[in-house]
T-cell receptor
Framework: DQQVKQNSPSLSVQEGRISILNCDYT??????FLWYKKYPAEGPTFLIS?????DKNEDGRFTVFLNKSAKHLSLHIVPSQPGDSAVYFC???????????FGTGTRLTVIP | EAGVAQSPRYKIIEKRQSVAFWCNPI?????LYWYQQILGQGPKLLIQ????????DSQLPKDRFSAERLKGVDSTLKIQPAKLEDSAVYLC????????????FGSGTRLTVV
């Protein structure tokens, strides 16, 4: 039962343009969402998070938007840089819980 | 701050053999997780420790997988006997608090079962 879904396995974007990565979830109890970035042969690294009390969180070039009614969140990267090329995982949890549920990942390629 | 250390980085074994992975979490992190990431999928939780006690092992195939965390620090994950479908990256992560604090992952061990 995949509670967190990333329906786009890959995305290619030109350098300088905006990258938009999407994520959907099914469990209405989730109230905290995280994005992780993974380079080959490395573990995932935390990128940005958002609580369900917000609909937007921004950190430099990275912004996460949350639409609770649609159970959808998105990660915007602007401007995209070649170093952003990686696999991005969306993850969700319930505050106070111990487990993160991950999506299947989206491979972003930023073309110079 | 040192990160989460894992070894070995890579392991190739034949099916029905046994294998063990080691993890050293960030100092002071009470919670330790083992995740399995099969190619093309997201990480899936196998087992979670709080100090040296098991919090959640509901997804651990206990007929072949075992894990321990002695003294609430290092942890080992063992597979015996291995199956072809166990080929995956095994990720260890640690956290200072609950999941919404985020995890710090190690680089993982890539296991290939042939």
């Amino acid at each position: 039962d995949q509670q967190v879904k990333q329906n786009s396995p890959s995305l290619s974007v030109q350098e300088g343009r905006i990258s938009i990565l999407n994520c959907d979830y099914t469990n209405s109890m989730f109230d905290y969402f995280l994005w992780y970035k993974k380079y080959p042969a490395e573990g995932p690294t935390f990128l940005i998070s958002i609580s369900s009390i917000k609909d937007k969180n921004e950190d430099g070039r990275f912004t996460v938007f949350l639409n609770k009614s649609a159970k959808h969140l998105s990660l915007h990267i602007v401007p995209s840089q070649p170093g952003d090329s990686a696999v991005y995982f969306c993850a969700a949890t319930q505050t106070g819980a111990n487990n993160l549920f991950f999506g299947t990942g989206t491979r972003l390629t930023v073309i110079p | 701050e040192a990160g989460v250390a894992q070894s070995p980085r890579y392991k190739i074994i034949e099916k029905r053999q046994s294998v063990a992975f080691w993890c050293n979490p960030i100092s002071g992190h009470a919670t330790l997780y083992w995740y399995q990431q099969i190619l093309g999928q997201g990480p899936k939780l196998l087992i979670q420790f709080q100090n040296n006690g098991v919090v959640d092992d509901s997804q651990l195939p206990k007929d072949r997988f075992s894990a321990e965390r002695l003294k609430g620090v290092d942890s080992t994950l063992k597979i015996q006997p291995a199956k072809l479908e166990d080929s995956a990256v095994y990720l260890c992560a640690s956290s200072a608090g609950t999941a919404n604090y985020g995890y710090t992952f190690g680089s993982g061990t890539r296991l290939t079962v042939v």
